[in-house]
């Protein structure tokens, strides 16, 4: 499997796809082997709907293609900040084996920051996780955005 940065960098790539208004997150599946089965970034002003965040996009596109129908057992996410607790929740139940992130997100990380959704120990499944992977660059994604956005007014 390639390395967590390339992973990353693929999920900076995917962030890319997000439109104007949304905020660029960007969330790539791999298959065991490490194929990508899915990418997708945050489209959550594009789509108006609260739950379209990258990691639930980039989790019902692989459904599609991997596994039956749901469990997305033996993949990796790649995202590039830190799940909030309806992704951490999401990538429990499908099943996820393994999270890597990049920006750490102290306001509302369910994967070690605020909470550690994807590590409670009362879960049956508990995916590897590996944050702060190319943190800085995913943070500067973000901050670019927010930056920009305080100056529309």
């Known amino acids: 499997m390639s390395s967590d ?3 990353i960098r693929a999920a900076l790539d995917a962030a890319g796809l997000a439109g104007a208004e ?4 960007g969330a790539v599946v791999f298959g065991p082997d490490g194929t990508e089965l899915a990418r997708a970034a945050n489209a959550r002003e594009q789509l108006g709907d609260p739950t379209a965040h990258a990691e ?11 596994g039956d129908g749901w469990r997305l057992e033996g993949t990796t996410l790649a995202v ?7 992704c951490a929740g999401a990538l ?4 996820v084996a393994r999270v890597v992130f990049g ?18 120990r009362r879960l049956t499944h508990r995916p590897e996780v590996r944050g702060g992977v190319l943190a800085d660059e995913c943070a500067a994604l973000l901050e670019g955005f927010f930056a920009r956005q305080r100056d529309l007014g």
């Open 5 to 7: 940065s390339a992973l």
């Open 22 to 25: 949304d905020v660029p997150i």
């Open 56 to 66: 639930i996009l980039a989790l019902r596109a692989a459904a599609q293609v991997y």
């Open 80 to 86: 590039t900040v830190e799940p909030c607790t309806m």
């Open 92 to 95: 429990v139940m499908a099943r």
């Open 103 to 120: 920006a750490w997100e102290p306001k509302t990380g369910a994967a070690g920051s605020l909470w550690d959704v994807v590590r409670d």
